[in-house]
């Protein structure tokens, strides 16, 4: 494959990975949102404690889907920096093939670290999503039976 190609499913890669992480902020404010409003004409009762944890869920999902998006932009500008270490272009190391590999070990170290972060808080903030989702059905079934 041509590295014009590897480029261009690098690139599709990551514009899908921000659509998702977006779209999943998106939803979160979304709900967010709809549990106020649903909300807003209730006195505070102990049957709300389910939608409250759902609240909190999607809040933790919005936090941690901001977290993902600021690792992704680290990694990113890590592998910028590595790119130019290698090619000798980094304006600290300049061409001395010894600050070359010390510095390029220490990028590739960082960007790994990075990588893995952005990996977990993803997952964090899609597991909070649904976490929440289920507390807010949860609230929703215990106010119909309450109803009755």
């Not at 404010?29 to 049957?47: D, L, R, Y």
């Not at 889907?65 to 590595?82: E, F």
């Not at 990996?119 to 109803?147: A, K």
């Amino acid at each position: 494959m041509s590295s014009d190609r590897l480029l261009e499913l690098y690139r599709q890669h990551h514009t899908a990975q921000d659509k998702y992480t977006y779209f999943l902020l998106a939803v979160v404010g979304a709900a967010i949102g709809f549990a106020v409003n649903e909300t807003h004409s209730m006195k505070m009762a102990m049957s709300q404690i389910p939608l409250a944890l759902a609240v909190i869920c999607w809040g933790l999902s919005f936090f941690f889907g901001c977290k993902q998006l600021q690792y992704v932009r680290r990694v990113l500008w890590d592998n910028s920096d590595l790119l130019k270490i290698e090619f000798g272009k980094h304006e600290l190391v300049g061409m001395n093939p010894e600050l070359i590999k010390l510095t390029a070990d220490i990028a590739r170290k960082s960007l790994a670290d990075g990588a893995k972060r952005a990996i977990i808080f993803d997952r964090l903030q899609f597991r909070f999503l649904i976490t929440g989702v289920i507390f807010y059905l949860g609230w929703h079934i215990l106010e119909m039976w309450l109803r009755k």
